[in-house]
């Protein structure tokens, strides 16, 4: 007995042990409940993903591609790192096939780089199709040095079904669920850290003279980080590398002695060689690099050579500081987020503004629409950052200075303890939109708290705790980032009614008489403030008339075969953006309403050895579906309609028989990219540019509306949804 206790006890220490050594889910066993979906696996493509528990070669789960149309493609995948040494990479797993016509099956290897794709394989010339049980493939490729990522997956094209199942990535025949990775370089700039309780810098009384020689130092500090070859190989930690040269620079009394420090100090990252791979600005590039501030006619003759000199020997290829996302928007890598940062620290309030400065200066896409001149905006705002004299006063400026790029993406939720506390923690029951320039009452978080409130809907909020509407509205449009005036409304509003108070007095309007109430005021957590409007309803339902309508808020990916059956007859469609999608439908969905494959928008994207450099890229189509939609489609928007959302909406615009209804949306387009300041503090850009094929704008300008309505006091109170009506009637027109 002893000796079989001692069998089973080994034998249960290996099993844990073998589960502990599982790193990557290549089985599909691991399950996410929230998302429905093999846990870390993604899904590319347009046909239906699903985890499948009936079919499987062992275990209890398959990773399962149905096709939903012709012309397409369905892709289930999973990222690995590519931490690991070899010469040779095998992927081996298992598939079953289901009616496979007009394409093919198969498993797939993408590896890339930090910019592109560098091997491949599906098996598209296998030509695996028709029915077949369960059965054992492999691919294998050379391994590159240069490997970033591994991207291992399944792949179905034309129709039928595709099961995959027991996935096994070997490199030079170890499997990677056990292989040690391999030591990743150390950077001296990590290794750094002499500054992280405090800069140690004390900026002296600031005159016109101090903050000129500020602003060029931010400036030649930026353009040193993002272009000097010994400071992108990650050999200084950049922001220490600023306090080590400020005590110095903060004492020259001239010009020639300022200018002098600064050449000494880039002389002290040594001489480069020449650079054999930098190449001059595209003569196309629609925004070039901004090296304007040479010109200055008080600058040191040697100086400006120096400058230039690396500019045309400049980093080209990986950089510790920038790469690019996986949407080719910038990434911001290594920038210490510095979250025990003191109360009152020049030299860090400092290092905020050159930072976030010369971010956007180089890398955000739509600098140019801006509505004060960027070169203009770091001299502003160094006395703003170096006379913050505690953390809401560094959290304000800062909230000031993002204000300034003008992009809804640019959020200040996180991190910014100090100004959201001074918000409020408490919130109201009621929803307002400021309608016809007026703060009206729009709906409930809960219903239930409607007779607490003592407000109806349509109701006119005139004056919080004795403040006019449009006093507090001037005292804190700067602290709302917007693209536009709609979205920063919409924000405001959001915030308006907060406090720290349990209530709150409010003047208002109500059936034309004036009234006053206490308004009680909640935590977030007990209104629901997200999800009140969450149902378990379908998404689409058939309206009188024969007309479809459907809410992008709720609907799922397999939904959609079942929109297009269900509406294939009707007079029009009615699809309602005025809220952020849940499910990504610009293909699946939008190639339903195109005659033919269709160019929708185009991106412009930074260029990684040209900091300041964007370019076009060719026009994104939207593919023709097997069956063309023949009725009427209407789209709604309006303020709420944001990023994904917006980027819907251009993907349904391409239909020729199109009309958008309603009202200008967010103007916040991109994919997103984050920037951290010093003291924890997050925020975002629109990190691509994104126009329409023609080249026409749509960052700050936002989906401008063919048929323009926005909702009215009276049509609320009467409960109408005055922009569904109308797009109603534009299909019976």
Same mark, same amino acid.
């Given at each position: 007995?002893?000796?079989?206790?001692?069998?089973?006890?080994?034998?249960?220490?290996?099993?844990?042990?073998?589960? *502990?050594?599982?790193?990557?889910?290549?089985?599909?066993?691991?399950?996410?409940?929230?998302?429905?979906?093999? @846990?870390?696996?993604?899904?590319?493509?347009?046909?239906?993903?699903?985890?499948?528990?009936?079919?499987?070669?062992?275990?209890?789960?398959?990773?399962?591609?149905?096709?939903? @149309?012709?012309?397409?493609?369905?892709?289930?995948?999973?990222?690995?790192?590519?931490?690991?040494?070899?010469?040779?990479?095998?992927? #081996?797993?298992?598939?079953?096939?289901?009616?496979?016509?007009?394409?093919?099956?198969?498993?797939?290897?993408?590896?890339?780089?930090?910019?592109?794709?560098?091997?491949?394989?599906?098996?598209?010339?296998?030509?695996?199709?028709?029915?077949?049980?369960?059965?054992?493939?492999?691919?294998?490729?050379?391994?590159?040095?240069?490997?970033?990522?591994?991207?291992?997956?399944?792949?179905?094209?034309?129709?039928? #079904?595709?099961?995959?199942?027991?996935?096994?990535?070997?490199?030079? +025949?170890?499997?990677?669920?056990?292989?040690?990775?391999?030591?990743?370089?150390?950077?001296?700039?990590?290794?750094?850290?002499?500054?992280?309780?405090?800069?140690?810098?004390?900026?002296?009384?600031?005159?016109?003279?101090?903050?000129?020689?500020?602003?060029?130092?931010?400036?030649?500090?930026?353009?040193?980080?993002?272009?000097?070859?010994?400071?992108?190989?990650?050999?200084?930690?950049?922001?220490?590398?600023?306090?080590?040269?400020?005590?110095?620079?903060? @004492?020259?009394?001239?010009?020639?002695?300022?200018?002098?420090?600064?050449?000494?100090?880039?002389?002290?990252?040594? #001489?480069?060689?020449?650079?054999?791979?930098?190449?001059?600005?595209?003569?196309?590039?629609?925004?070039?690099?901004?090296?304007?501030?040479?010109?200055?006619?008080?600058?040191?003759?040697?100086?400006?050579?120096?400058?230039?000199?690396?500019?045309?020997?400049?980093?080209?290829?990986?950089?510790?500081?920038?790469?690019?996302?996986?949407? +080719?928007?910038?990434?911001?890598?290594?920038?210490?987020?510095?979250?025990?940062?003191?109360?009152?620290?020049?030299?860090?309030?400092?290092?905020?503004?050159?930072?976030?400065?010369?971010?956007?200066?180089?890398?955000?896409?739509?600098?140019?629409?801006?509505?004060?001149?960027?070169?203009?905006?770091?001299?502003?705002?160094?006395?703003?950052?170096?006379?913050?004299?505690?953390?809401?006063?560094?959290?304000?400026?800062?909230?000031?200075?993002?204000?300034?790029?003008?992009?809804?993406?640019?959020?200040?939720?996180?991190?910014?303890?100090?100004?959201?506390?001074?918000?409020?923690?408490?919130?109201?029951?009621?929803?307002?939109?400021?309608?016809?320039?007026?703060?009206?009452?729009?709906?409930?978080?809960?219903?239930?708290?409607?007779?607490?409130?003592?407000?109806?809907?349509?109701?006119?909020?005139?004056?919080?705790?004795?403040?006019?509407?449009?006093?507090?509205?001037?005292?804190?449009?700067?602290?709302?980032?917007?693209?536009?005036?709609?979205?920063?409304?919409?924000?405001?509003?959001?915030?308006?009614?907060?406090?720290?108070?349990?209530?709150?007095?409010?003047?208002?309007?109500?059936?034309?008489?004036?009234?006053?109430?206490?308004?009680?005021?909640?935590?977030?957590?007990?209104?629901?403030?997200?999800?009140?409007?969450?149902?378990?309803?379908?998404?689409?339902?058939?309206?009188?008339?024969?007309?479809?309508?459907?809410?992008?808020?709720?609907?799922?990916?397999?939904?959609?075969?079942?929109?297009?059956?269900?509406?294939?007859?009707?007079?029009?469609?009615?699809?309602?953006?005025?809220?952020?999608?849940?499910?990504?439908?610009?293909?699946?969905?939008?190639?339903?309403?195109?005659?033919?494959?269709?160019?929708?928008?185009?991106?412009?994207?930074?260029?990684?050895?040209?900091?300041? #450099?964007?370019?076009?890229?060719?026009?994104?189509?939207?593919?023709?579906?097997?069956?063309?939609?023949?009725? @009427?489609?209407?789209?709604?928007?309006?303020?709420?309609?944001?990023?994904?959302?917006?980027?819907?909406?251009?993907?349904?615009?391409?239909?020729?028989?199109?009309?958008?209804?309603?009202?200008? *949306?967010?103007?916040?387009?991109?994919?997103?990219?984050?920037?951290?300041?010093?003291?924890?503090?997050?925020?975002?850009?629109?990190?691509?540019?994104?126009?329409?094929?023609?080249?026409?704008?749509?960052?700050?300008?936002?989906?401008?509306?063919?048929?323009?309505?926005?909702?009215?006091?009276?049509?609320?109170?009467?409960?109408?949804?005055?922009?569904?009506?109308?797009?109603?009637?534009?299909?019976?027109?």
């Amino acid at each position: 007995m002893r000796q079989i206790f001692l069998i089973l006890l080994s034998l249960f220490c290996l099993s844990c042990s073998s589960q *502990t050594e599982r790193k990557y889910n290549l089985d599909f066993e691991d399950y996410d409940e929230l998302y429905m979906f093999p @846990k870390d696996w993604f899904a590319w493509g347009d046909y239906t993903l699903t985890a499948d528990t009936t079919t499987v070669h062992s275990g209890k789960f398959s990773g399962k591609i149905k096709a939903t @149309k012709a012309g397409s493609f369905g892709s289930i995948g999973y990222r690995i790192p590519a931490n690991y040494e070899g010469t040779s990479i095998q992927l #081996e797993g298992y598939m079953k096939l289901k009616n496979v016509a007009n394409g093919f099956g198969g498993l797939l290897i993408r590896i890339d780089d930090d910019q592109k794709s560098i091997a491949f394989d599906n098996m598209e010339s296998q030509h695996i199709k028709d029915t077949k049980d369960w059965q054992h493939y492999s691919i294998t490729l050379p391994y590159p040095r240069e490997a970033e990522n591994i991207f291992i997956g399944g792949i179905l094209t034309g129709t039928g #079904e595709a099961w995959f199942d027991d996935f096994v990535l070997t490199i030079d +025949g170890k499997d990677v669920q056990t292989l040690a990775e391999k030591e990743k370089p150390v950077f001296k700039a990590t290794l750094d850290n002499e500054f992280e309780l405090g800069s140690k810098i004390d900026v002296p009384k600031l005159d016109e003279a101090l903050i000129s020689n500020l602003e060029l130092l931010g400036t030649v500090w930026g353009f040193l980080k993002y272009n000097h070859p010994e400071v992108c190989k990650g050999n200084y930690n950049w922001d220490f590398e600023l306090f080590r040269m400020l005590p110095n620079y903060l @004492k020259t009394t001239n010009k020639i002695e300022r200018d002098q420090i600064l050449l000494q100090w880039i002389s002290k990252y040594g #001489e480069l060689d020449k650079c054999t791979e930098c190449k001059k600005t595209s003569p196309e590039a629609f925004i070039k690099p901004d090296l304007s501030w040479l010109n200055a006619d008080d600058l040191n003759p040697e100086l400006k050579n120096k400058i230039e000199y690396i500019y045309q020997n400049r980093c080209q290829g990986k950089h510790f500081y920038i790469k690019k996302g996986g949407a +080719g928007n910038p990434d911001f890598s290594n920038e210490n987020i510095y979250y025990s940062l003191p109360s009152d620290d020049d030299g860090f309030q400092l290092l905020a503004l050159y930072r976030y400065w010369n971010m956007v200066h180089y890398f955000f896409p739509s600098k140019y629409l801006t509505d004060n001149d960027w070169n203009g905006v770091l001299k502003e705002y160094i006395p703003k950052f170096i006379n913050a004299k505690n953390k809401f006063e560094y959290e304000l400026a800062s909230i000031e200075l993002i204000g300034e790029i003008n992009d809804t993406h640019a959020s200040t939720s996180v991190g910014f303890s100090n100004v959201q506390y001074k918000r409020g923690n408490l919130y109201p029951p009621i929803l307002t939109q400021f309608i016809d320039e007026q703060l009206v009452v729009t709906d409930y978080y809960k219903p239930e708290l409607k007779g607490a409130s003592q407000v109806e809907t349509g109701d006119v909020i005139t004056h919080i705790e004795g403040k006019s509407i449009n006093t507090i509205l001037d005292s804190i449009r700067p602290y709302y980032p917007a693209s536009n005036d709609a979205a920063k409304r919409r924000n405001i509003a959001y915030d308006i009614l907060r406090s720290n108070k349990e209530q709150i007095r409010i003047d208002y309007i109500s059936n034309n008489q004036k009234k006053a109430a206490l308004l009680p005021l909640y935590e977030k957590s007990a209104l629901n403030m997200r999800w009140y409007k969450w149902t378990d309803e379908p998404c689409y339902k058939l309206l009188d008339g024969n007309i479809g309508y459907i809410t992008l808020a709720f609907i799922k990916e397999e939904d959609i075969a079942l929109i297009k059956e269900t509406f294939k007859n009707t007079k029009g469609i009615i699809i309602d953006i005025r809220n952020y999608p849940s499910t990504f439908v610009p293909f699946t969905l939008g190639s339903y309403f195109v005659s033919s494959t269709t160019p929708f928008v185009k991106f412009t994207k930074f260029n990684l050895d040209n900091p300041g #450099e964007f370019n076009f890229t060719a026009p994104l189509e939207i593919p023709k579906d097997a069956e063309t939609y023949r009725g @009427k489609l209407v789209v709604l928007v309006n303020e709420d309609t944001q990023s994904q959302a917006e980027y819907t909406a251009m993907a349904f615009r391409a239909g020729a028989n199109t009309t958008i209804v309603g009202s200008t *949306t967010a103007g916040a387009d991109g994919n997103v990219s984050s920037i951290y300041l010093p003291g924890g503090l997050l925020t975002n850009i629109s990190g691509n540019g994104v126009y329409y094929p023609d080249g026409t704008q749509t960052q700050r300008v936002g989906i401008i509306p063919d048929v323009e309505v926005t909702p009215t006091i009276e049509g609320l109170k009467k409960g109408r949804d005055e922009v569904l009506e109308k797009a109603i009637e534009v299909i019976n027109e």
